[in-house]
């Protein structure tokens, strides 16, 4: 997966969180040609072994990470940053687990990275298909999120067009996850578990787990993760 | 300043940086008749002071007060944060004083405390007539980010509508002044400059210290800046 940086490559800002879906995003971004600098947020997650996953697939890709604390746990509203239980079983409405503004928080602060970089595109992996019935995962937040990134920045008054990139968004995870084996990702770098413990060794009974198990059932390839 | 809650009064959050802008747009929420939430960003910013001034016009108003601590430093390019020294005369194009994606990332805070709370409303004091030149304060980025911040929530999802009012857009400085000293508000306790001593005492020459100075000027009202 690692590339070497060519003379005039364009910048991009690829959000990774650790998990299947952004390390998937950012070999794609680096697929297509883009000189990646990988960025995540230390936001008082539960699932601490995501940031050391966060630092083995950047090391992987050779791209540097930069890690931004910002303490979600302050305002609280999920079982993610806050004292309410991971559920077993949510496959309807909008998860406990999803964190208010969340990837508007993450986008903005891709924002300012890409806009300090002098790069005018950011990668997310969101996706729409299994996509745990997040608001902020969905094909029209990123469409307004970019028409409003154009009119954000120092770079949109100078002509930039910031893009924001969502390869995986139409994926299923199956898709995802084949597509990603065939650049070369080795998926046990990775932790998808809402409550992974620190060796990154996933609980196998929440959502996330439940859905990359499916996955990688769908996909016809072996789940590498490591349960505990 | 101060209000009473009401029973089944509208919760609004105010994003308050102590300066005089984002206090006469906490007033007048207030006026408006929303409970307000205040909320801060501690972004590495220089001027330090004015975080002491937002808990003194939060204190003031009677409104709790949350600030976020997120060090904006980690990823610079700008006057305020990075290493940049503060101009004392810049009247053309985007200042250096401009931080990376600023108001995005505090509208994106902000809209994360309003779900939390429960809230559809986000007051911001930003203006576009002595704006500095700033392309997050423009009336058509505020437009563009509350279509944005429509999609973005669980509360969006179930039918929310998140307005971001911006009461101050289309005055002047002189007509902020005049509107929030009509208000009750005692400019004093408020911090503009980029440089502010440890006291809160104003550089006097920079930017900010320009506008406000003539911004009370145009009022017919007297300063009560203390300049170092």
Chains 1, 2 share one sequence.
């Not at 072994?49 to 302050?74: G, M």
């Not at 806050?82 to 409405?93: K, Y």
């Not at 969905?138 to 970019?146: H, K, L, V």
């Not at 060794?201 to 490591?226: K, M, N, Q, Y």
Request: with cysteine.
């Amino acid at each position: 997966m690692a590339e070497q940086k060519k003379a005039g490559q364009k910048k991009a800002v690829v959000l990774v969180s650790g998990g299947l879906d952004s390390v998937t995003a950012l070999a794609m971004a680096q697929a297509d040609g883009f000189e990646c600098f990988a960025l995540s947020v230390d936001y008082g997650q539960r699932h601490r072994s995501e940031l050391d996953a966060a630092k083995r697939v950047s090391d992987a890709a050779a791209v540097p990470l930069k890690i931004l604390p910002l303490d979600l746990r302050a305002i609280g509203g999920s079982a993610l940053t806050g004292d309410i239980d991971v559920p077993e079983d949510e496959t309807n409405g909008i998860p406990v687990t999803y964190v208010p503004a969340r990837n508007t928080i993450m986008l903005s602060l891709a924002l300012a990275y890409a806009e300090v970089l002098g790069s005018d595109d950011i990668f997310i992996g969101v996706n729409a298909v299994d996509y745990s019935g997040y608001p902020d995962c969905r094909p029209e937040f990123i469409e307004a999120y970019q028409s409003m990134a154009r009119l954000a920045t120092k770079t949109s008054v100078e002509g930039g067009k910031m893009t924001i990139h969502t390869p995986l968004i139409d994926l299923t995870k199956a898709e995802i996850i084949q597509q990603g084996t065939a650049l070369g990702i080795d998926y046990s770098m990775t932790v998808s578990c809402y409550q992974a413990d620190d060796a990154g060794r996933a609980c196998g009974v929440c959502d996330s787990c439940r859905i990359r198990r499916e996955g990688f059932s769908a996909a016809g390839l072996t789940d590498p993760t490591l349960y505990s």
